[in-house]
């Protein structure tokens, strides 16, 4: 079974070699922005911290999303993590939809998202809700993964473009299936490339190939006691750069703004984005 | 003799429907407000705009409608008189902007604006 979790960890690793994307520099918050129809962008996602008294952790996390009509994206996210000096686990799987209700731009552009979790051990952090802290993730992996969470999380996404900028704000709910009460959490993130037209000629390093911008988040307590207390935030620079082939490189340090967090976190995304992925297994016309 | 009527709204109303959309289809023009349709193209006719908007095509607009705009399959050629004549730059600007997501078009406000008419004044130049 470990040799099983080792390989899983050895295929992420190798993910990060092959995969590409176009999309903004953000790891918690979601923007309005759509994957294009037909589209399938391979993502592998990282978080390495060390909680206060606790053993270094790589949290990663697979993501294929596919862009099911412009209107429409779903994604598949495969979960896993590596703590030092325990062990390296599969932590389980998530599904999620987003959809824009209003087909066209406006100032403010809103889309509901919704996913269903069934995790153990997790330790990707790709939301911070309720009074999630950095106590959680010192728990010994054999004994969080006896604890098989299956959650529905729901987001209201708020997002805009304005004169180059992205703006994007997550209000985030989530709810235990097994009767816990709803959690929330926020994250809101803004962007800019760092050249806004492009240039005539070829370029690797141009300016307008990179983005950079600033990305916040935390939890919000839950229905017994909501608020920013008694609960993790952290908040950090991003950068990322859109590399020839259509990979995209991210990187983000980030830090933890109260005595519930992770001091430090280093999250670092590659992805791949493949064009008309479905109409690739269709027959050309001659 | 009910059962007929219902079906035969029902056959109405999907006739109704699928017209209505073919007419969304053809229409993307006529929802172009009048102050978008005027919009001025700040790199009218510059030739590096058309360079740095041909980069762009090929990197986000040929994967459907082919590396020299031709179209491809069911995704429409950009060489087609409704956008060389027919529509503005600022149309084709608009619908850069805001897709017709109903119709698998996406939306490319996630590129900066000097990005779109880039794109803009590269599928112009395709009339020429």
């Known amino acids: 079974m470990h040799r099983l979790h080792r390989l899983f960890v050895i295929f992420l690793v190798i993910a990060c070699t092959v995969a590409a994307a176009q999309e903004r520099p953000y790891f918690v918050a979601y923007s309005h922005e759509m994957e294009e129809p037909g589209n399938l962008e391979i ?36 979960d896993g993590q590596s ?5 390296t686990i599969f932590t389980g799987f998530r599904w999620e939809n987003r959809i824009r ?52 999380e729901m987001r209201f996404i708020l997002g805009s473009n304005v004169h ?4 994007s704000e997550n209000f985030i709910s989530e709810k235990n299936l097994a009767g816990d009460p709803w959690e929330f959490g926020y994250a809101w993130a803004v962007s800019r490339p760092l050249a806004l037209a492009a240039s005539a000629r070829p370029c690797t390093f141009c300016l307008e190939k990179f983005q950079a911008g600033f990305e916040m988040y935390g939890g919000l307590g839950d229905t017994g006691s909501f608020g920013l207390h008694n ?56 | 003799m ?23 289809d053809v229409g993307w023009l006529a929802k172009v407000p009048a102050r978008d349709r005027e919009r001025a193209n ?20 040929a994967q459907c409608h082919g590396d020299d705009a031709q179209g491809k399959g069911k995704k429409p050629s950009l060489r087609s008189p409704r956008v060389q004549e027919e529509a503005t730059e600022g149309d084709v600007h608009w619908l850069l902007y805001n897709g ?16 779109l008419w880039q794109v803009v004044t590269y599928v112009k130049s395709l009339h020429e």
């Open chain 2, 2 to 24: 009910r059962r007929n009527l219902y079906l035969q709204v029902f056959v109405l109303s999907m006739a109704l429907f699928v017209q209505a959309g073919r007419s969304a």
């Open chain 1, 231 to 286: 609960t993790s935030h952290y908040a950090g620079p991003t950068i990322n750069w859109n590399a020839p082939s259509g990979v995209t490189l991210s990187f983000s340090p980030q830090f933890g703004l109260n005595d519930y967090s992770v001091p430090h976190l280093y999250r670092f995304e590659v992805a791949y984005e493949v064009d008309q992925f479905l109409s690739r297994f269709r027959r050309q016309p001659r």
């Open chain 1, 101 to 152: 209700p209003l087909l066209r731009e406006h100032i403010i552009n809103p889309v509901l998202y919704i996913e269903y979790e069934n995790t153990s051990a997790d330790k990707s952090l790709r939301e911070i809700v309720g009074h999630d802290g950095a106590a959680d993730l010192t728990t010994p992996n054999g004994e969080a993964r006896t604890e098989v969470e299956r959650e529905m």
């Open chain 2, 42 to 61: 700040p790199y009218h006719g510059q030739t590096e705009a058309v360079a740095a908007g041909r980069r762009i095509f090929l990197d986000h607009c």
């Open chain 1, 83 to 87: 703590t030092q000096s325990e062990s």
């Open chain 1, 164 to 167: 180059g900028w992205n703006i």
């Open chain 1, 43 to 78: 993502e592998s996602y990282n978080v390495v911290g060390q909680p206060p008294g606790g053993n270094v952790f790589l949290g990663s996390t697979m993501e294929f999303e596919y862009g099911v009509k412009g209107w429409w994206t779903s994604e598949f996210y495969l």
């Open chain 2, 100 to 115: 017709n997501m109903g119709k698998g078009m996406p939306s490319w406000a996630k590129l900066p604006d000097q990005q």
